[in-house]
T-cell receptor
Framework: SQQGEEDPQALSIQEGENATMNCSYK?????LQWYRQNSGRGLVHLIL?????REKHSGRLRVTLDTSKKSSSLLITASRAADTASYFC????????????FGKGTLLTVNP | EAQVTQNPRYLITVTGKKLTVTCSQN?????MSWYRQDPGLGLRQIYY???????DKGDVPEGYKVSRKEKRNFPLILESPSPNQTSLYFC?????????????FGPGTRLTVT
């Protein structure tokens, strides 16, 4: 079953704007990861946040994690056309032997 | 360069014709896994391997086999492919540690079974 659910399913913004995507999950996790996928291509790891962390930054990316609400958000600041892709959250649950459970993704379109 | 490679990248085959999708990683990772990606269903795990000679089922193992005879390779075998196995397949690997580590994904294999 899908653990992560991203919201919104699709997001269209202008270059330079910020993009925020949300992810909710159902059970206790070891960590939550965000991946990017360009159309039909491989997944690229963006950022990992552990269950005892609340916020993490990497370049233009900011991820938050609220374990009490079982939710995470990914913020991309000053977006570029090259950020156009699908973004997936994936949770690694305790006792799951490192299995990643993916959400269905948010399709982000950044218009030049 | 650290990477996971898959071959072939694209494959069109017919029902019942056995096929193997190869996966290889150069990072000395103990853990490897296969996922399939389908529209509306996201990515689902097929099989995984914690180490050489140790494999186990994921969420959707029916119709698939795997083997792990050496650390770097983790082939996915479809003994008798059916049209419902038409999908985009990804191999992944990571370090085998309780600490949180990212998974490295291969470029994907797009399989069509007619």
């Amino acid at each position: 079953s899908q653990q992560g659910e991203e919201d919104p399913q699709a997001l269209s913004i202008q270059e330079g704007e910020n993009a925020t995507m949300n992810c909710s999950y159902k059970t206790s996790i070891n960590n939550l990861q965000w991946y990017r996928q360009n159309s039909g291509r491989g997944l690229v790891h963006l950022i990992l946040i552990r269950s005892n962390e609340r916020e993490k930054h990497s370049g233009r990316l900011r991820v938050t994690l609220d374990t009490s609400k079982k939710s995470s958000s990914l913020l991309i600041t000053a977006s570029r056309a090259a950020d156009t892709a699908s973004y997936f959250c994936a949770t690694e649950r305790r006792g799951s032997n490192y299995k990643l459970t993916f959400g269905k993704g948010t399709l982000l379109t950044v218009n030049p | 360069e650290a990477q996971v490679t898959q071959n072939p990248r694209y494959l069109i085959t017919v029902t019942g014709k056995k096929l193997t999708v190869t996966c290889s990683q150069n990072m000395n990772h103990e853990y490897m896994s296969w996922y399939r990606q389908d529209p509306g269903l996201g990515l689902r795990q097929i099989y995984y391997s914690m180490n050489v000679e140790v494999t186990d089922k994921g969420d959707v193992p029916e119709g698939y086999k795997v083997s792990r005879k050496e650390k770097r390779n983790f082939p996915l075998i479809l003994e008798s492919p059916s049209p419902n196995q038409t999908s985009l397949y990804f191999c992944a690997s990571r370090e085998n540690s309780a600490e949180g580590y990212e998974q490295y994904f291969g470029p994907g294999t797009r399989l069509t079974v007619t």
